[in-house]
T-cell receptor, first 114, second 113 residues
Framework: DAGITQSPRHKVTETGTPVTLRCHQT?????MYWYRQDPGHGLRLIHY???????DKGEVSDGYSVSRSKTEDFLLTLESATSSQTSVYFC?????????????FGDGTRLSIL | DAKTTQPPSMDCAEGRAANLPCNHS???????VYWYRQIHSQGPQYIIH???NNETNEMASLIITEDRKSSTLILPHATLRDTAVYYC??????????????FGQGTTLQVKP
């Protein structure tokens, strides 16, 4: 399995609080992605990174920010969490963004915002 | 990326081959066919991918028709642990896109004893 660690695995917090999720990889892959998965919507891309300090928005980026100061770490921050951000969050990594290389996923973070 | 169509559910007897079909009739010449699966509450797991030729790895085989409009994922000897949702996805080969994977509803495979 790809060396991807997501932390925390579970978190419960209150509306309005800041939350940071961490994705750590040991594969030295250039590309990293954050997805959320909700019933009826499948996986949707939030943000992605194509190198250290290089990030861009996905299709559901509102309310989220990311940072990548090191190749191995990609952080997802909810500045002021809302109940609509209750979801399961998955990090993925890839050697390239093109279709010839697969993305590999972490085990997810289950986030509940009350 | 091209749209894919999969049956919503399938059953398979343990020890038998599971053949999961996928239609991608609008696929372009530079798009790969990918298969992932997701076991309840876990992250999606990459299985296999291919462009034109049939592919085989330790997990499965991928058969792509000559016109590339459909494919079949084959799990040669299904076990109970293969019960999962299986996703067929097409991805553009080149760079310059977000690399986003578009997961549809997939096929829920139930392997029965």
């Amino acid at each position: 399995d790809a060396g991807i660690t997501q932390s925390p695995r579970h978190k419960v917090t209150e509306t309005g609080t800041p939350v940071t999720l961490r994705c750590h990889q040991t594969e030295n892959h250039r590309y990293m992605y954050w997805y959320r998965q909700d019933p009826g919507h499948g996986l949707r891309l939030i943000h992605y990174s194509y190198g250290v300090k290089d990030t861009d928005k996905g299709e559901v980026s509102d309310g989220y920010s990311v940072s990548r100061s090191k190749t191995e770490d990609f952080l997802l921050t909810l500045e002021s969490a809302t109940s609509s951000q209750t979801s399961v969050y998955f990090c993925a990594i890839s050697e390239s963004e093109g279709g010839s290389q697969p993305q590999h996923f972490g085990d997810g973070t289950r986030l509940s915002i009350l | 990326d091209a749209k894919t169509t999969q049956p919503p559910s399938m059953d398979c007897a343990e020890g038998r081959a599971a053949n999961l079909p996928c239609n991608h009739s609008t696929i372009s010449g530079n798009e790969y066919v990918y298969w992932y699966r997701q076991i309840h509450s876990q992250g999606p797991q990459y299985i296999i991918h291919g462009l034109k030729n049939n592919e085989t790895n330790e997990m499965a085989s991928l058969i792509i028709t000559e016109d590339r409009k459909s494919s079949t994922l084959i799990l040669p000897h299904a076990t109970l642990r293969d019960t999962a949702v299986y996703y067929c996805i097409v991805r553009v080969r080149g760079s310059g896109n977000t690399g986003k994977l578009i997961f549809g509803q997939g096929t829920t495979l139930q392997v029965k004893p």
